[in-house]
């Protein structure tokens, strides 16, 4: 091997530093990029650079399983309607108006016309109805499936209208109109096998690596002028939190979907921002299978609804991003009742007293998904409040997926803690089509006839925002609190980590992130 | 193998009375103190020392746990969320306010006990099937060819796949160890075995009607000791990190209890508020494995009559 005298080592540096000196300028990041805009106003062009913690599943497209699958519902798909955060109103999207009839048993939409799918088709009635005869399917699991089973008439005749007939009266079809995206009606069977993901979103998916990352381009023909700013986005699958952060902070990513609330806390506030999606609440809750053991007991699950401390899971794991409930409505939600949500705060006392009433109980397990560090604390957290009022508890944490097919087969023994959702719609969705509460088969193995008659009545008023529906609703909250076969112990508001260098970043209410309006070059 | 350990004669007789052929027993004595004092002054100076002392302090910290720790390891403190090191908390607090001291004693018990059941019994297997190979060629194949099979698995994956069978816990770690550790032992020792028993002295002890089981007492075995040293002092140390692998993944010692691994695991996500609570546990491993490492080192130069 020849030797590297001094002289050609000193001149070889100095060349490679002359050659960095006169690129770097050359270089430029995808925020430089970006044009710029007027003074202070958005900037079109550049690539914003996303992370997630769990990638795309195709076939669960339609569950909004996985941060991966919301990402590209929420960037490539688009519905009928659309809620705003705080309410359950619809607002205009791809249906610009509709009519209910008076009997509730048919919506007229009509569609929004220029619209083009990323493959260059237009948009029409046909693929409304195409759509939501696939979220109907069960091999979709789609949570609102009994909502779309019960849509049994299509009128597609005219290519910007169409009427759906209903079987009974829907209070939550809206609901449903909000959740279920448009897909191509030719790439459906694509869409199952992750090769395709064709909708009328403002980015389309340009490709996919398992695993690895999910690359979105913009889609030159959305139907909203001047939109997309970003000409695309990058999506890495980073499946380890502290890789996720480092990412963040480092500047590889402007926007990380997955980080703690601790290390949300931890970021410095001048370089980035916590987005917390208002209206895409989710819930905590601890539930039990009734048929199992003293559970079947009553007065046990009563004991349990007083012995935990909710305010301290909203202090110490959630670090104050979200509020203690007794029930799953958000505060905005019609449901929501401030006496009933109140009704089992923590009482030691009559939760020992619950306890001695009942003598012996055995060890019960306590089942949750492993991996999730605010299911974890949570369950640490329970199962010493339970310990305290003489209740044992054994932890038993399991895989994330076997966890969910034990969840939605009914299969989980004793009791478990995990996330829920839907109680930011209509509350009758809630008892209708979550797993947890669904009146015909939910996880808890819960039948009650009183129960699932107020369920459906809920569910059969046309106007479920109106005052019929909310004494109605009312019937189910106090049926909810009666049987506690789930004990609902704090809502919990998601939150994303944002550069200040991205602006207008939205969120839909089952958080999916919008990036429609975003765009890099600020802060 | 097995030929030289039967009871027949070069000839193809059968060769009558072990009584005949008693060796010279003070020899004998004297070649096994001779390795005995060789391994003990391995283990007393260099090396040796310094991996029994660190190995020590640890063992001592973990039986003396109960004594040592403040708190319980199990107490939830009301208020003392991510605390930092200082006050009333040695190392700080975790995540729902337990003592990271109390917890990291405790989480050394628990490495004890899967240690020192684990590694031992699945030494015990293999060493048994080793032996078992001894009594025919069919069944040395066999055991051999169970040997490839639990080899071929990796060790994760193997962990994984018996945790969904019997779920997660304590002895489903010793049970994975014991299981993995099992052909490891069983090799090294018929490995032993076969480069003793081609010895001469070993063949003539055959020739002259030496029972099987006294050559493998006399001969075999104590030739074997400390080979089967050695790897017992390797294995500890990959146990720990099998351990500390599976509590990682979730999969090993059940909450609440603790563990160094489950300990590390759960730490990481909360270094920013509380280094100490990674790093504790940390450090334990580390000077375990190291303190192993040099046990195993010492043994195996004294083996080799390295000084």
Redesign the interface.
């Known amino acids: 091997m020849t030797r590297l005298d001094r002289r050609t080592f000193l001149a070889a540096t100095g060349a490679g530093l002359a050659t960095t000196l006169l690129t770097l300028p050359g270089c430029r990041s995808a925020v430089e990029q970006a044009s710029a805009g007027p003074a202070g106003g958005p900037t079109h062009g550049g690539r914003i650079a996303a992370g997630i913690l769990t990638d795309l599943v195709p076939a669960n497209f339609f569950t909004n399983s996985s941060l991966g699958v919301t990402t590209v519902v929420g960037l490539a798909f688009e519905s009928l309607i659309r809620y705003p955060n705080d309410t359950v109103e619809p607002t205009p999207r791809l249906a610009t108006s509709w009519e209910l009839a008076e009997d509730g048993l048919a919506l007229t939409l009509e569609l929004r016309r220029g619209v083009l799918f990323h493959n260059g088709r237009e948009f029409t009635s046909a693929d409304v109805e195409s759509s939501i005869r696939a979220y109907a399917d069960p091999r979709w699991n789609g949570q609102l499936r009994r909502t779309a089973a019960a849509i049994t008439f299509f009128d597609t005749s005219e290519p910007y209208r169409v009427t759906l007939g209903f079987e009974h009266p829907l209070g939550n079809v809206f609901d449903l109109l909000d959740t279920v995206p448009v897909v191509d009606a030719g790439s459906l069977e694509q869409l199952a096998t992750g090769e395709a993901f064709v909708g009328t979103g403002p980015f389309k998916v340009t490709s996919w690596e398992p695993g690895t990352a999910i690359t979105f381009d913009r889609h030159e023909g959305y139907w909203v002028p001047e939109r997309p700013y970003a000409d695309g986005v990058d999506v890495r699958v980073i499946t380890d939190a502290t890789s996720l952060l480092s990412s963040l902070r480092s500047g590889q990513i402007q926007l990380a979907n997955g980080l703690s609330y601790l290390d949300l806390d931890n970021l410095p506030s001048d370089a980035f921002e916590v987005l917390t999606a208002e209206g895409a609440e989710q819930q905590l809750y601890v539930g039990t299978d009734v048929t199992a053991g003293s559970l079947a007991d009553v007065r046990l699950r009563r004991a349990i609804a007083y012995a935990v401390d909710r305010q301290r899971v909203v202090d110490e794991v959630l670090r104050g991003g979200g509020y203690p409930i007794n029930l799953p409505w958000p505060r905005y939600s019609s449901a929501f009742d401030e006496a009933r949500n109140e009704r089992y705060a923590r009482d030691v006392a009559a939760a020992r007293a619950l306890v001695a009433e009942l003598g012996e109980i055995e060890t019960i397990p306590y089942t949750y998904p492993v991996g999730n560090p605010l299911v974890e604390a949570t369950a640490a957290i329970v199962q010493a409040d339970l310990a305290e009022v003489g209740i044992t508890v054994e932890l038993d944490p399991i895989d994330q997926a076997q966890f969910t097919k034990r969840l939605i087969g009914a299969e989980l023994e004793g009791i478990w803690t995990t996330f829920h959702s839907w109680a930011q719609y209509t509350p009758s969705t809630l008892t209708v089509s979550a797993y947890p509460f669904n009146a015909a088969k939910n996880a808890s193995n819960y039948r009650s006839e009183e129960y699932a008659e107020h369920a459906d009545a809920a569910w059969r008023i046309p106007d479920g925002a109106g005052p019929e529906a909310v004494e109605a609703y009312g019937e189910v909250s106090e049926d909810l609190l009666e049987a506690l076969f789930l004990i609902e112990l704090a809502v919990v508001l998601p939150r994303y980590g944002i550069s200040r260098r991205l602006s207008g970043v939205d969120w839909t209410k089952r958080n999916e992130i919008l990036l429609t309006d975003a765009y890099l070059g600020g802060g | 193998m097995t030929e030289l350990l039967t009871r027949t004669g070069v000839d193809g007789t059968v060769v009558p009375a072990p009584a005949a052929v008693e060796p010279d027993r003070p020899e004998e004595a004297a070649a096994a103190s001779r390795t005995r004092s060789r391994s003990w002054r391995a283990l007393t100076r260099g090396r040796g020392l310094v991996g029994l002392v660190l190995l020590g302090l640890v063992v001592l910290a973990g039986l003396l746990a109960p004594v040592l720790s403040p708190w319980d390891p199990?107490q939830?403190v009301p208020g003392a969320?991510?605390l930092r090191p200082g006050g009333d908390h040695l190392l700080g607090t975790d995540?729902?306010?337990r003592d990271v001291w109390s917890r990291t004693l405790h989480g050394i018990r628990a490495d004890l006990v899967v240690l020192a059941v684990g590694v031992p019994l699945g030494a015990l297997a293999g060493s048994l099937l080793a032996l078992l190979g001894t009594l025919s060629g069919v069944v040395d194949v066999a055991v051999q060819r169970l040997f490839d099979l639990l080899l071929s698995f990796p060790t994760l994956v193997f962990a994984i796949a018996l945790t969904?069978v019997i779920?997660?816990g304590t002895w489903t770690v010793v049970t994975v160890i014991a299981v993995l550790e099992t052909p490891v032992f069983g090799r090294v020792l018929r490995s032993a075995v076969l480069t003793v028993t081609a010895q001469p002295y070993v063949e003539a002890s055959v020739a002259m009607g030496a029972p099987r089981r006294w050559v493998l007492r006399r001969h075999v075995l104590p030739n074997a000791r400390d080979p089967l040293a050695v790897q017992l002092a390797l294995s500890l140390s990959l146990a720990v990190f099998v351990e500390g692998a599976m509590s990682f993944l979730?999969?090993g010692v059940?909450?609440?209890a603790p563990s160094l691994g489950s300990l590390i695991s759960?730490g990481?996500?909360?270094a920013?508020?509380n280094v100490a609570y990674v790093v504790a546990p940390l450090v334990v491993v580390v000077v375990v494995v190291l303190g192993l490492q040099l046990v195993a080192q010492a043994l195996g130069r004294a083996a080799r009559g390295v000084r």
């Open positions: 199990l939830q969320n991510l995540q729902v306010n969904a779920g997660p979730g999969i059940r909450p609440p759960d990481i996500g909360y920013e508020s």
